[in-house]
């Protein structure tokens, strides 16, 4: 054989038995067997060669605990294995696989590849995990949001305090990716991907969106400019679905060949709509609505207009966190049960739709 051609291979099988030598050793709880002709006995001897024929050994003071769940009929099982970390009384989930296999000698076969898969997916997310000591360094977590969660998958790693992540040691390998996951009550949760270029591995957290349930805000309307109004909006889903409500006060007419006289009306809406374009974090986003509204005209009578809020649509700019300034238009339809005929509204002589603009707050 050619020693170059071996090298390869043989340094490849070198590397890899290092990889699964350095595995913390794993406790393997009783498993769960159901509707099969499979023992748990069988099982579990299965396991056991699968797990020590790759130096994953079995001890019952590891940190690491694998479940196994078997179940099936006929001519086919199932099997489901789950490799959790545990520490004190919590367990999470580091990794997970299920596997399909025939009820015959290819048991042990399928049972093998199953370990492999779930060792493999373990390694990936958890590369300090057979990593050479002097490849791993300990990272320090940085953010402003007090009391915040962060997790690397399903593991917790530890909570935000005075702007520091306090918890269980986190190491990293040099050169991987690594993506944490930032939570707290009250913000949407943030996804943060880091690549962990060099020693001392220092990670700084944005800041995490803040949910908002309730907006006020004030605006004025062109051709409106003798009146101003408010609204309010109350959100379903934060910051994405909400249902608001419009009322506005103004004077029209004065010195106007079709209005020679000053009327002055209360204009009141209630819509519903929801964000079509920019997420929850953008600076600049759309949204669209649809509602139901009706002048009412301090004249003789006091006559009442019914309308349609057919469409509207939105586009407001995030100031500060919890400041907007906005714009919308849209396409009324009068019902034609007051001064205004049944047709489409403008406020303008030569038509068009109206255009108001506005400022928000939002908690």
């Given at each position: 054989m050619d020693m170059r051609k071996a090298l390869p291979t043989i340094v490849g099988m070198l590397w890899g038995v290092a990889v699964l030598s350095a595995v913390p050793?794993?406790?393997?709880?009783?498993?769960?067997?159901?509707d099969l002709d499979l023992s748990p006995e069988l099982v579990v001897k299965a396991l056991v060669a699968s797990l020590e024929a790759r130096e994953v050994l079995v001890q019952d003071d590891a940190g690491y605990v694998l479940t196994t769940r078997m179940w099936g009929g006929g001519r086919r099982g199932v099997v489901s294995?789950?490799?959790?970390?545990?520490?004190?009384?919590?367990?999470?989930?580091?990794?997970?696989v299920v596997a399909s296999f025939p009820l015959n000698l290819s048991f042990y076969a399928e049972v093998d590849r199953a370990v492999e898969d779930l060792l493999s997916r373990w390694l990936s997310r958890f590369p300090e995990v057979a990593a050479p000591e002097d490849a791993v360094f300990p990272v320090e977590v940085r953010g402003p949001d007090e009391g915040a969660v962060v997790k690397v998958g399903d593991v917790v790693l530890g909570t935000i305090e005075e702007g520091v992540l306090v918890g269980d040691p986190f190491r990293?390998?040099?050169?991987?990716?690594?993506?944490?996951?930032?939570?707290?009550?009250?913000?949407?949760?943030?996804d943060v991907e880091v690549v962990i270029e060099e020693s001392p591995v220092v990670v700084e957290l944005p800041p995490l969106p803040r949910q908002h349930r309730f907006e006020v805000g004030v605006f004025s309307t062109l051709g409106q400019l003798k009146g101003a109004g408010v609204e309010g909006r109350w959100y379903a889903l934060p910051d994405r679905v909400f249902a608001g409500l419009r009322d506005y006060v103004y004077a029209e007419g004065g010195g106007r060949w079709w209005m020679p006289e000053v009327v002055v009306r209360n204009q009141s809406e209630l819509v519903v709509g929801a964000y079509l374009v920019g997420g929850v974090s953008s600076t600049v986003r759309l949204w669209m609505e649809s509602g139901i509204g009706g002048y009412l005209s301090f004249v003789e009578g006091v006559p009442?207009?019914?309308?349609?809020?057919?469409i509207g649509l939105g586009v407001e700019w995030v100031v500060v966190p919890g400041w907007t300034l906005y714009a919308r238009t849209g396409y009324d339809y009068a019902a034609g049960t007051g001064l205004l005929p049944q047709g489409s509204i403008s406020l303008y002589p030569e038509g068009g739709p109206a255009l108001s603009c506005g400022v928000g707050y939002r908690w």
């Amino acid at each position: 054989m050619d020693m170059r051609k071996a090298l390869p291979t043989i340094v490849g099988m070198l590397w890899g038995v290092a990889v699964l030598s350095a595995v913390p050793q794993v406790r393997l709880e009783d498993p769960v067997v159901e509707d099969l002709d499979l023992s748990p006995e069988l099982v579990v001897k299965a396991l056991v060669a699968s797990l020590e024929a790759r130096e994953v050994l079995v001890q019952d003071d590891a940190g690491y605990v694998l479940t196994t769940r078997m179940w099936g009929g006929g001519r086919r099982g199932v099997v489901s294995l789950r490799l959790y970390v545990e520490k004190g009384e919590t367990r999470s989930l580091v990794a997970a696989v299920v596997a399909s296999f025939p009820l015959n000698l290819s048991f042990y076969a399928e049972v093998d590849r199953a370990v492999e898969d779930l060792l493999s997916r373990w390694l990936s997310r958890f590369p300090e995990v057979a990593a050479p000591e002097d490849a791993v360094f300990p990272v320090e977590v940085r953010g402003p949001d007090e009391g915040a969660v962060v997790k690397v998958g399903d593991v917790v790693l530890g909570t935000i305090e005075e702007g520091v992540l306090v918890g269980d040691p986190f190491r990293v390998v040099l050169g991987s990716r690594v993506k944490l996951t930032v939570e707290k009550e009250g913000y949407f949760p943030r996804d943060v991907e880091v690549v962990i270029e060099e020693s001392p591995v220092v990670v700084e957290l944005p800041p995490l969106p803040r949910q908002h349930r309730f907006e006020v805000g004030v605006f004025s309307t062109l051709g409106q400019l003798k009146g101003a109004g408010v609204e309010g909006r109350w959100y379903a889903l934060p910051d994405r679905v909400f249902a608001g409500l419009r009322d506005y006060v103004y004077a029209e007419g004065g010195g106007r060949w079709w209005m020679p006289e000053v009327v002055v009306r209360n204009q009141s809406e209630l819509v519903v709509g929801a964000y079509l374009v920019g997420g929850v974090s953008s600076t600049v986003r759309l949204w669209m609505e649809s509602g139901i509204g009706g002048y009412l005209s301090f004249v003789e009578g006091v006559p009442f207009d019914l309308y349609y809020h057919l469409i509207g649509l939105g586009v407001e700019w995030v100031v500060v966190p919890g400041w907007t300034l906005y714009a919308r238009t849209g396409y009324d339809y009068a019902a034609g049960t007051g001064l205004l005929p049944q047709g489409s509204i403008s406020l303008y002589p030569e038509g068009g739709p109206a255009l108001s603009c506005g400022v928000g707050y939002r908690w």
